[in-house]
């Protein structure tokens, strides 16, 4: 895949600040750029494009830590291996485990986010919470169960038993989120406006125009696509069905 045109990933850090994602999430997607687009670079060779990717103020905060020792050992890292631990050193969370843990019990399921989505969030912030023998599947179960936004969503999981494993309980959690948004799709107005006839002037809609009998399928099906009207003399229409003087049927 030599010479493919693959855009750059957005910059790490091009301004002064706290960046917007976790280094060692930006630089697998940087990792994943460096494949795409080919060439099988040595590790010193791709100094050059990460120095390029991480912005201006990336730039300068890895002249601040440049000559920082890091571990394993020095001199069996390749330059770019050096380079992406120091700069995993200083972007490293500074609020440490306590601060995952605080972010991940914060976390509830947005407005529009489906339990998927919501699911896919939980599992990213767990791997930083370091909860040992209190796995990280049943933390996420139990954090769904805490931060789903539906009431009647969170009733329907509290019926599983103990046993039920992540997986059951995000299947579970998505029938009753999908049973409750057709439920509210079947009751909305534009639900009943088509399966509800209105009344008064509307109600014509149910009569066919030219013979005042109910609808047909198809105009064909008109006992009067033949007949003259002896108000207008044109064809095609009765004369109680004449625009001369047109009335419906009352139901």
């Keep these: 895949m030599t010479g493919v045109n693959i855009p750059l990933p957005l910059a790490f850090l091009p301004l002064p600040g706290e960046p917007n994602v976790a280094f060692d999430e930006w630089i697998e997607s940087f990792e994943f750029f460096l494949t795409a687009r080919g060439g099988d670079p040595s590790d010193d060779q791709k100094v050059a494009p990460l120095m390029c990717c991480i912005g201006a103020e990336g730039q300068a905060q890895y002249r601040a830590v440049r000559d920082q020792v890091v571990d394993p050992p020095y001199m069996m890292m390749s330059e770019y291996e050096r380079a992406v631990a120091r700069l995993s050193q200083r972007f490293a ?14 976390r509830s399921q947005l407005p529009g986010e489906s339990i998927v989505e919501f699911v896919a969030a939980l599992r990213k912030l767990v791997q930083k919470c370091k909860f040992g023998s209190y796995g990280p599947s049943d933390a996420v179960k139990e ?9 009647k969503v969170r009733g329907t999981m509290l019926l599983q038993p103990e046993e039920t494993t992540l997986e059951q309980a995000i299947g579970t959690a998505s029938r009753a ?26 109600q014509r809609s149910q009569w066919c125009r030219n013979c005042t009998k109910t609808a047909h399928s198809s105009p064909e099906e008109c006992s009067a696509r033949f007949s003259k009207c002896f108000r207008c003399g044109k064809i095609g229409h009765f004369a109680r069905a004449c625009s001369m003087g047109r009335k419906f049927p009352s139901k």
């Design 93 to 106: 969370d500074r609020g440490g485990i306590m601060s995952a843990r605080l972010k991940f019990r914060q």
């Design 143 to 151: 954090q769904l169960i805490m931060g789903v936004a539906s009431e």
């Design 177 to 202: 989120e999908r049973s409750q948004i057709e439920a509210k799709e079947l009751t909305s107005p534009t639900v009943n406006a088509r399966v509800q006839q209105p009344r008064g002037s509307d």
